[in-house]
Nanobody, 129 residues
Framework: QVDLAESGGGSVQSGGSLTLSCSVSLTTLYSFRSYTLGWFRQAPGKEREAVAG???????TYLDSVKGRFTISRDNDKKTLYLQMTILKPEDAGMYICAARRFNVDRPGLLQGSTYQYWGHGTQVTVST
């Protein structure tokens, strides 16, 4: 069993910053270190999109529109995933959801949402002009 709980969302003005956290609880034989983790977001009326991913070697991938502004990181001792968001824009608003997937020998892309098995409930981010 893998449970994910996001926190840190809120309302900020355009140009502001937020840091999201995702606490992961595991009741499996597999270590937190072995999981690939990702952040996804969904705005009202839009499809879910992948924002950033980090694998078991700490390699990262980002959605083009957030490169240079967002940073994904993980603390394996605390079993926590982070997303530092800076220079926020109104188009960054949405429900931010963290996700996890077990090790996959095929190593699919980090932004492929269909490859993630475990999902949190999300934390809301609002960006005003």
């Amino acid at each position: 069993q893998v449970d994910l709980a996001e926190s840190g969302g809120g309302s900020v003005q355009s140009g502001g910053s937020l840091t999201l956290s995702c606490s992961v609880s595991l009741t499996t034989l597999y270590s937190f270190r072995s999981y690939t983790l990702g952040w996804f977001r969904q705005a009202p009326g839009k499809e879910r999109e992948a924002v950033a991913g980090i694998d078991d070697f700490d390699s990262t991938t980002y959605l083009d529109s957030v490169k240079g502004r967002f940073t994904i990181s993980r603390d394996n001792d605390k079993k926590t995933l982070y997303l530092q968001m800076t220079i926020l824009k109104p188009e960054d608003a949405g429900m931010y959801i963290c996700a996890a997937r077990r090790f996959n020998v095929d190593r699919p892309g980090l932004l492929q949402g269909s490859t993630y098995q475990y999902w949190g409930h999300g934390t809301q981010v609002t960006v005003s002009t």
